[in-house]
């Protein structure tokens, strides 16, 4: 089987170097990949948004199945593309795209079919959102409705502070578009889960937990970024909250959509928060999460292409999806200065005794040198029988691979593990 991945950051080296283990997949191309991922699929230079340019390659290049991992292609109808010329994908239309790439739709399809979440607001008037402001209680999340490359949410601390974010959304539109509709909603608070799932739009299948990083500094501190690093299993989820997010999120969530006319067929991302209320919705992803796939598809047993294959056919329930009984842990290194200003161009390097699975989100090859192209530069993944030793291995890993200016926290998986120590 010839396949065909879209996209060209970490998430989409775990995806493919899993893909490359199972037995029918013959030849892997990355659209556009990238200078790593050279190195396990043939890279071509067409844009993940370039959605004419993918199908014509696809046609022209007998694909015999696309995987489109980024939010962007999704939503813009990447997939209906490749459809309409009769070439299976995985991934969602872009009608149940929607779910991720209208925060409106997202919050307004939960209240109709109650599916826990914070209690919110609408608005596309900047005035009638600033009155509101003046009532609401503080602190007080603001998210700008469309795709903002995950800075579209601002947790206001003060009245003031909301007030700003309304107008830079909503006037100075500092997320184009995708701020000119907002959803104000309540602050929630308790430990946060990524839960990725399988689903055909009949049945949906949990993959194994994780824990996102999402601030620049130990301790949660700084700037929010794309994810410094994440662990998995979540040790927040327990069995008793598993339960309670399949009977009242998950399985609501897939009945919904297709009640709605938009059946989902893909990775649907479950962004959850565990409150004292119970598991509710921070925010629905349609595609696989990143860095969450760097630790969550290196557990997983089954071929991940079957189950690919599986969910396009609505055939899921034919397959027992399983994972290791083991952990997982990601370290990113990313570029000093990142999530600001940062420098590339430095030369990447592995000691010959590495042992990690290292996922690669920014670089470029020359020849057969590989350099820093972005902020997150790559996550170092191990696998071990219990968290505290994968999250050891990653570190001692990740002193293995070098490049010029590097930064990582020092503290991924801490928390995690202060969770198992009580238990
Ligand atoms: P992003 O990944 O940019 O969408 O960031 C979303 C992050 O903002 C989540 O991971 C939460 O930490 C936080 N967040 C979003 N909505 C809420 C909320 N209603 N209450 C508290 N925190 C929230
Ligand atoms: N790690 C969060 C996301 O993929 O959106």
Not at 247 to 253: A, N, Y
Not at 270 to 280: A, D, H, N, Q, V
């Amino acid at each position: 089987m010839r396949i065909m991945v879209v996209g060209g950051g970490g998430r989409e080296h775990a995806i493919i170097s899993k893909l490359k283990e199972s037995e029918k997949v013959t030849e892997i191309f990355a659209l556009p990949g990238n200078g790593a991922i050279a190195q396990d699929a043939t890279c071509v230079n067409i844009g993940a948004k370039d959605i004419e340019g993918i199908t014509k390659f696809a046609l022209e290049n007998k694909i015999d199945f696309a995987v489109v991992a980024p939010d962007d292609p999704l939503v813009l109808g990447a997939v209906d593309s490749l459809h309409s010329v009769g070439i299976p994908c995985f991934g969602p239309e872009s009608k149940a795209a929607i779910i991720e790439g209208s925060k409106i739709f997202s919050k307004d399809m939960m209240k109709e079919f109650n599916i826990p979440t914070a209690e919110y607001e609408t608005f596309s008037d900047m005035d009638k959102a600033l009155d509101y402001l003046e009532t609401c209680e503080i602190p007080v999340v603001i998210k700008a409705d469309g795709l903002a490359l995950g800075k579209g949410v601002i947790i206001a601390e003060t009245r003031e502070a909301a007030k700003n974010a309304v107008v830079e959304m909503m006037q100075d539109k500092v997320f184009g578009d995708s701020g000119s509709n907002i959803v104000i909603e309540e602050f929630l608070t308790g430990p946060e889960v990524s839960v990725l799932s399988f689903t055909d739009g009949n049945v949906v299948v949990p993959m194994i937990s994780s824990m996102d990083h999402k601030r620049v500094g130990d301790g949660d501190t700084g700037l929010n970024t794309g994810g410094m690093g994440t662990v998995a299993p979540n040790p927040y989820y327990t069995e008793k909250v598993a339960n309670r997010c399949m009977e009242e999120i998950f399985l609501p969530t897939i009945k919904a959509m297709n009640t709605l006319g938009r059946t989902f067929k893909g990775c649907l991302y479950f962004g959850l928060m565990i409150t004292e209320k119970g598991p509710k919705v921070i925010e629905y992803n349609c595609r696989f999460g990143d860095p969450e796939t760097q630790v969550v598809l290196p557990l997983l047993k089954t071929d991940l292409f079957e189950i690919m294959q599986a969910v396009e056919n609505g055939t899921l329930a034919d397959i027992n999806v399983e994972f290791k009984d083991e952990c997982a842990c990601c370290v990113v290194m990313a570029s000093k200065g990142y999530p600001q200003k940062y420098e590339t161009g430095f030369e990447i390097t592995y000691d010959e005794d590495l042992e990690a699975k290292v996922f690669v989100a920014g670089a470029k090859s020359e020849g057969d040198r590989l350099y820093t192209a972005g902020g997150r530069v790559l996550g170092v993944v191990m696998t071990a029988p219990t968290l505290d030793e994968a999250v050891k291995l990653a570190y001692s890993e990740s002193e293995k691979v070098h490049f010029e200016n590097a930064y990582k926290r020092n503290d991924i998986g801490k928390r995690a593990l202060a969770v198992l120590e009580d238990k």
